[in-house]
């Protein structure tokens, strides 16, 4: 059977926009020689659409462009998801997928399975499926899934389900495995989906099709990656990753490729690349403004800003105090020079100064300590806050992962923005990718050719190799650096990876060889700082688990293990 991939990059209750997409992409591949069209899972609404369903007008809304693209449906069906009411008892909607044949009555299928973990809510909102049956189509029985319907307990983080949608299509009968899809990125994920269709199209010896969301919806980015096995679990086609595609498919084919995967720091850069650039677009921003420290984080922060919205539209900002070195300064001038973005300086050495007067008398025989330092990203902020007001810009915030899990941010301060772009990057792979932008994404751009070739050798790096290479620095006093109150980087950033994502004991912790002042430190950091994680710019998700959506925690607690 010939299938279209409609690998569409819906926004989420844009029922005019996702409609539009839909049908053009439906009839490109009706016109290519599509037997039958898919879309990814709730096209119509965009995934998630959260509590919009909870909205009056919000579902009925989608039901009428589901009858809208049933009537623009020539000779090739269309399988289209969407939002269904649920008549019966349970919760309001379902989850669904309509089957749209010109002249024939719309056929539904729901979702049998609900994912409640990690960033995912559906029990909030749908009911499952009561049964399944295959649709009998062009002389097959089309078995349709969605989304977690084919996801295996092998593949889930326990066993979730007491139903096999898959088997029980299977046993119907179905000849064909379809699945729309809303996966949302994280590192290494694309690879672990093309196993897991694979391992199940092996099973039960029947081809799969699985079409997947592209794009990004606030902290979610959905890679694309949309593939197709054959009977025995071979890959036959694969569309792109990071934006949308489309391509007929022959279920029978029977040349096999291999999966494309990127290096971890080139799919990193474009998931959030992307991510950056549909937050823009879909917020109705045009423009994004940063501070430019002079700092790694705010260096790849501005080279993923350039690449996804044009260095036309990004502006960085050097806010020096009297902290800062001259040689952070003059990177910052370098690096916004070497990228071709608007660079601006606006000292706060004379605010500092005239704030702490303010305070003169009130703190009177008190040492200088962490509230004199938070002053300056606080200022800082208020002067990026004030570019942002007068020219709309986004402010995109520079944190990444490590300082966020610990606290070593300031609330009001460099954390205060629109899109925290880094935050679920840890401190470590901040430097693989700037190391990768300086090599691979530098040539592959071509943007080392807008670099002097007088220059010298490090300097003619995208990220000048000074700022790669110097102690990491707040800068907030004198001869400050990070490792004078963070452990080494690379020893912070496991015990995070163990604590936060494997969510371990401390005493498991411990286990693996660290020490236990080390460890019991970190975890004290993490629990203590939750409320500042809590008041934090929403961030780009792009680890297994990462700080908002997938991870709720009490701010008021006690419990130390």
Not at 381 to 391: E, G, H, V, Y
């Amino acid at each position: 059977m010939k299938i279209g991939f409609a690998q569409i990059n819906p926004t989420v209750g844009d029922l005019s926009g996702n409609f539009e997409k839909i049908i053009s992409a439906y009839e490109r591949l009706a016109a290519a020689g599509a037997e039958l069209v898919l879309t990814p899972e709730l096209a119509i609404t965009g995934y998630p659409p959260q509590d919009l369903v909870f909205k009056s007008r919000f579902v009925p809304e989608n039901l009428k462009v589901l009858e809208q693209l049933h009537a623009r449906v020539g000779k090739v069906p269309l399988l289209v998801g969407f939002v269904d009411r649920n008549n019966g008892r349970g919760k309001p909607f379902h989850n669904a997928a309509a089957l749209l044949e010109a002249g024939k009555p719309i056929r539904k299928a729901h979702k049998s399975l609900l994912p409640t973990y990690d960033v995912f809510d559906e029990d909030r909102y749908f009911e499952p499926a009561a049964h399944v049956e295959p649709f009998d189509l062009c002389g097959k029985k089309l078995g349709v899934t969605i989304c977690e319907d084919i996801w295996t307990e092998h593949y889930l983080p326990r066993p979730l389900y007491d139903v096999e949608p898959v088997r029980s299509l299977i046993e119907q009968g179905a000849e064909i495995i379809v699945n729309l899809s809303a996966s949302p990125f994280h590192l290494h994920k694309p690879a672990i989906r093309r196993e897991m269709v694979g391992a199940l199209a092996r099973a039960y010896q029947r081809p799969i099709c699985y079409c997947n969301a592209v794009g990004g919806n606030d902290q979610l980015i959905f890679d694309g990656n949309s593939i197709a096995v054959n009977a025995s679990g071979e890959l036959i086609a694969q569309l792109a990753s990071f934006r949308e595609d489309e391509a007929v498919i022959e279920t029978e084919a029977s040349s096999v490729i291999e999966f494309r995967q990127g290096k971890a720091p080139e799919e990193l850069f474009s998931a959030l690349s992307l991510g950056l650039r549909d937050y823009l677009r879909k917020c109705n921003f045009k423009s994004a403004v940063l501070g430019l420290s002079g700092g790694v984080d705010s260096a790849v922060v501005a080279a993923i800003a350039v690449d996804a919205l044009g260095a036309e539209n990004v502006v960085g900002v050097s806010m020096p105090s009297p902290y800062s070195s001259r040689g952070s300064i003059d990177d910052a001038l370098a690096l916004a020079r070497n990228l071709g973005i608007k660079f601006l300086e606006i000292p706060i050495t004379d605010a500092f100064r005239d704030f702490k007067a303010q305070f003169a008398e009130i703190f009177k025989g008190q040492p200088e300590n962490e509230t004199e330092e938070n002053m300056q990203p606080r200022l800082r902020a208020m002067t990026l806050m004030a570019l942002s007001n007068k020219f709309g810009h986004l402010l995109l915030t520079t944190g990444n992962k490590s300082e966020l899990a610990v606290g070593y941010c300031t609330l009001y301060g460099d954390m205060a923005g629109g899109l925290a772009v880094i935050s679920d990057v840890p401190k470590t792979m901040v430097y693989e990718l700037a190391r990768w932008i300086n090599s691979d994404y530098a040539s592959r751009s071509g943007r080392k050719s807008a670099i002097r070739t007088d220059s010298s050798p490090g300097e003619r790096d995208l990220i000048p190799t000074s700022i790669i290479e110097k102690p990491p620095s707040a800068e907030l006093k004198p001869n400050q650096t990070d490792q004078d109150t963070l452990p080494p980087y690379d020893i912070l950033d496991e015990i995070l990876r163990l604590y936060v994502e494997e969510n371990l004991s401390a005493r498991d912790i411990i286990a693996h060889g660290f020490g236990e002042n080390t460890v019991r430190w970190v975890q004290r950091r993490v629990d203590l700082n939750e409320y500042k994680r809590e008041q934090a710019a929403p961030g780009l998700k792009v680890t297994s688990r990462a700080f908002g959506l997938g991870r709720r925690m009490p701010i008021a607690q006690k419990y130390v293990d």
